[in-house]
């Protein structure tokens, strides 16, 4: 049985996504594992003073609980850039990690029709990972970036993807077979729809890491809620489903949200 690592921008593409809107939006996570909460998540966008073309898109998570003492880890990673018409074109990406008492960092800087320059502290080679290619990376969002645009791009092209490098690893992260249902949970009742999340992994492997998945492609269950739930322009993840080999079922779920 090979181990995939599931990387954290996953986590946080499965956790939810904000868009560009007048308002601060605020959408909270729980992420749970065997009955128990191990980590909560909060997704942020402030506006950034570039008018409605502008996005700024935070995230922060951190290990609780019992999972805190084995796994100590937090995380934030920012985003800024544009949206023109439907293309989404980032400007600036910083993901700032502590695992296990050790920083990590990593920085994107995009150019137009450029691979993205970067800083990754420690390097790919420092963690025994196989580099990923200037030609590979230069298509690609980084990793809210690309939640961004899954999530404001899911009413009108159905089945979507995008390539997603996060200065470490690239990978292709997608939505498909949206149909519509009833949904109801706690923080949310009313229209919606349910869809796959399909994630492949394409460069920058890793033998450690906080969750592990079986193959290079796998597929994860979502709830989404339509678009102006919670004052967001965008569709709404509310809870996802997917099997890890090191920890069983994983579910997150939307705790709270408010603009």
Excluded at 21 to 47: C, K, Q, W
Excluded at 127 to 134: I, L, T, W
Excluded at 165 to 180: E, I, M, P, S
Aim: hydrophobic residues 40%.
């Amino acid at each position: 049985m090979t181990r995939r690592a599931l990387p954290l921008a996953l986590v946080l593409m499965l956790a939810g996504g904000t868009a560009v809107h007048a308002a601060d939006v605020r959408l909270s996570y729980e992420l749970n594992v065997g009955g128990m909460t191990a980590a909560t998540a909060e997704l942020r966008f402030i506006p950034d003073g570039q008018g409605d073309s502008g996005y700024h898109l935070i995230s922060d998570l951190r290990t609780v609980g019992l999972a805190a003492v084995v796994v100590p880890f937090t995380s934030r990673a920012e985003s800024l850039g544009q949206q023109v018409g439907t293309q989404i074109i980032p400007q600036q990406y910083q993901s700032d990690n502590l695992w296990r008492g050790v920083p990590r960092l990593v920085q994107l800087a995009y150019q137009p029709d450029s691979p993205p320059a970067r800083v990754t502290v420690p390097t790919p080679a420092e963690e025994g990972r196989a580099p990923v290619s200037d030609d590979d990376a230069s298509t690609s969002l980084d990793p809210l970036a690309a939640t961004f645009a899954l999530l404001h791009d899911q009413a009108a092209h159905p089945v979507s993807s995008q390539l997603v490098f996060d200065g470490r690893r690239l990978y292709r992260l997608g939505l498909k077979d949206c149909t519509a249902r009833r949904i109801d949970l706690p923080v949310y009742k009313g229209d919606g729809w349910g869809c796959q999340i399909t994630y492949r992994r394409l460069g920058g492997r890793a033998d450690e890491a906080m969750f592990q998945l079986q193959g290079d492609e796998q597929q994860a269950s979502l709830l989404l809620a339509p678009v102006g739930t919670f004052g967001s322009p965008v569709a709404v993840p509310l809870r996802v489903e997917v099997d890890t080999l090191n920890f069983g079922g994983l579910v997150v779920l939307l705790t709270s949200g408010a603009s």
